[in-house]
């Protein structure tokens, strides 16, 4: 099985359960460097798939959370480099890797170098919230020689034409933001997000799942039958602020 | 390495851009430029190049345009010979006055523009960021002049050098909202923009001040800007007969710059220089000279020149001007200087001091610091071309800038 191809199946083994998979998001290195194999360990573990965010000075798509997170990390040395060399050393996990990182990290590191870098350290593919389609044939070109996925991004404002065209350029999965804005903030998951989810649904070959602003399990229930993962990043990145063990947060999410 | 020995097609580039054929199709400037955003802001983007195309060259968006420039903004601006400057520097300066411009600078032009094309493509709200807080007074102003509710996001240190430039924003009807993550300085206050927009983008129109972001903004804001330099051009056509030799304008983000020489790029004769922030030094975070000092990168949306680490962190910057603290610079500044048609420098924090004090003594303007940087490049030429007749665009005034210059040049004054 390719890379990309394990993402979508470990989605799918955990929805045929009846609930949606789990997709944790960890700011690599936070809190703390010297935490994040555990963290790792914990999360592959508790999770179906493990999204690691790459810091950046910048992230625009981010709220307070995860802009509080990746300053945290950056202030501790963390790098990309460091964070392949980490990846490399923990070896294969259950659940498929991912790294989260905004394009400019990736530009700096080199693309091609950065897909064969990546494949070694176990990553199976990439969600970058800056790079839209259009302007991502050179890193698709990278990934697609190590069979890696480029995740794309649909939203409540993506209009029908171009929602077809990002759930066929999709890879692993397609991830369905809730709402307008940034990461972070509650969702209520009205009616019309229901409608959103589904008509992406329709419209998507790969799994769907929903991320932005989901932090209890009322909304996972929600949204059960509608997609077919969940993608938890701030609420999950404040639980390890607070130190807390994720494990037990993390099913509660999809129990009761 | 330099860039043009990246860029073999230098010639054929220039010759594009003299033609009106870039930014391309794809929002490119060569191999800057694009639209590097979330996706919720795609349709945006999509509606605000649609509006650019339907609307900003239209005969009665111009004529809308146009009036308001004349009868409120006050244009034309005056074109200035600064006759004991020049004998000073020993060679012909002359000065086009957009520190003349209604609230001080040439950001005017783009704030009118941008919120006269808000309107009309039905916006219920404007948000803008601002870092000098000229941009952020001057969108204020138009919003309030056609009635729009306005919110201007500006970094925390920004505001306190800035400090009367908040209470006129106030004044003006907008809501200033404190930034007090990352650098909180005009980067920061942009990131915070974006976030604002990205949180409502069918109804908020975010009006970006300077020639950068995704497409079509730099173009957009050459476009509103460019007025600057027809008007220049014209004027000492009249004035002189002939064209500089020179132009000089300061470069942070590089709207006043791009406004100014975007006339000037087909004249071969015309020797055009970008002054950018020099800050303290040479060193990482030490200055804002994105051209001198940066690499290709993507930040707030666009492929460009850019301040940062090994690892493609954005850098921390340093100047003593508010306006030009920015790690960035618009890509089709990045492609000018890539195909070397203007040749990009820097000015110490020093040095736009001085600049301050000559042509205030000299001439009786007190111009803005960012400005200051324009001036020191244009003593730079003057001495290195004696007679020669150099054009400075002056972008705005200094009365915002009392604070800084009280604990610079009249604070070593009472020392």
């Given amino acids: 099985m390719s890379p990309r191809e394990r993402i979508s199946a470990a989605i799918r083994t955990a929805a045929a359960q009846g609930e949606p998979a789990l997709i944790a998001y960890l700011t690599a290195g936070f809190p703390l460097r010297e935490k994040f194999r555990e963290h790792v360990r914990a999360l592959a573990s508790a999770a179906d798939v493990l999204e690691i965010g790459v810091p950046f000075t910048d992230p625009m798509a981010d709220g307070v959370t995860i802009q509080r997170a990746s300053l945290a990390a950056l202030a501790q040395g963390v790098t990309l480099k460091w964070i392949l060399a980490e990846l490399q050393a923990l070896g294969r996990l259950r659940a498929p890797l991912l790294l989260m990182s905004y394009l400019n990290p990736l530009l700096a590191f080199g693309l091609e170098r950065l897909a064969a870098a990546a494949a070694q350290a176990g990553v199976a593919g990439f969600i970058v919230p800056d790079l839209p389609l259009d302007e991502s044939s050179e890193l698709r070109a990278a990934l697609d020689a190590q069979q890696l996925a480029l995740v794309q991004m649909v939203t409540p404002v993506t209009h029908e034409k171009r929602l077809a065209q990002l759930c066929a350029g999709s890879q692993g999965f397609v991830y369905a933001v809730t709402m307008t804005g940034t990461t972070g903030k509650s969702v209520a998951v009205p009616d019309a997000v229901l409608g959103y989810l589904d008509r992406v649904r329709a419209s998507s070959p790969l799994p769907v799942c929903a991320g932005f602003g989901i932090r209890s399990r009322e909304q996972v229930k929600r949204l059960r039958g509608h997609v077919d993962g969940v993608v938890v990043g701030s609420a999950l990145v404040e639980v390890l602020e607070r130190g807390e063990d994720p494990t037990p947060w993390l099913q509660a999410l999809r129990s009761g | ?415």
């Fill in chain 2, 1 to 415: 390495m330099t860039l043009s020995a990246a860029l073999p097609d230098a010639a054929q580039l220039l010759a594009e851009l003299i033609a009106g054929r870039l930014p391309d199709a794809r929002g490119r400037f060569g191999p800057f430029g694009g639209r590097y955003v979330p996706e919720t802001l795609i349709p945006a983007l999509e509606r605000l190049e649609q509006g650019v195309r339907e609307h900003l060259h239209a005969s009665d968006f111009q004529a809308e345009f146009a009036a308001q420039l004349t009868s409120w903004v006050g244009r034309p601006t005056a074109l200035t010979f600064a006759a004991r400057l020049s004998e000073r520097w020993g060679a012909r300066v002359w000065l086009k006055r957009e520190d003349l411009a209604h609230t001080g600078a040439h950001k005017i032009n783009n704030a009118i523009g941008q919120a006269l094309l808000a309107r009309r493509l039905g916006a219920r709200r404007i948000v803008a960021e601002t870092g000098a807080g000229q941009h952020g007074v001057a969108c204020a102003a138009a919003c309030a002049r056609l009635g729009l509710p306005c919110t201007v996001y500006m970094g925390a240190i920004d505001m306190e050098r800035q400090a009367p430039n908040v209470g006129r924003m106030r004044l003006l009807g907008t809501e200033v909202v404190p930034v007090t993550s990352g650098d909180r300085t005009l980067r920061a206050a942009i990131d915070e923009a974006m976030r604002d927009w990205v949180a409502d983008p069918t109804d908020t129109y975010y009006l970006l001040g300077s020639a950068v972001g995704p497409h079509p903004y730099p173009y957009l804001v050459r476009e509103l800007q460019a007025v600057i330099g027809r008007e220049a051009r014209s004027q000492m056509l009249a004035a002189t007969g002939r064209l500089p030799d020179a132009l000089i304008a300061c470069v942070g983000g590089g709207s006043n710059s791009m406004g100014a020489f975007h006339a000037f790029v087909a004249d071969a004769a015309v020797e055009i220089i970008g002054v950018e922030a020099g800050g303290r030094g040479a060193g990482l975070g030490e200055n804002a000279a994105t051209v001198a000092f940066g690499r290709p990168g993507v930040l707030h949306g666009a492929y460009s020149m850019l301040l940062q680490n090994e690892d493609g962190q954005i850098q921390e910057t340093h100047s003593v001007s508010a306006g030009l603290d920015y790690p960035g610079v618009g890509p089709e500044h990045a492609l000018l200087a890539a195909i070397g048609r203007v040749h990009y420098q820097t000015a110490s924090d020093e040095e736009a001091l001085a600049g301050v004090r000559a042509l205030s003594e000299c001439e009786g303007i007190l111009p803005a610091l960012e400005s200051a940087h324009a001036l020191s490049g244009a003593e730079r030429w003057a001495r290195s071309h004696p007679g020669g007749t150099i054009l400075v665009c002056l972008s705005g005034r200094g009365d915002k800038d009392m604070s800084t210059l009280q604990q610079t040049l009249l604070g070593s004054q009472s020392a």
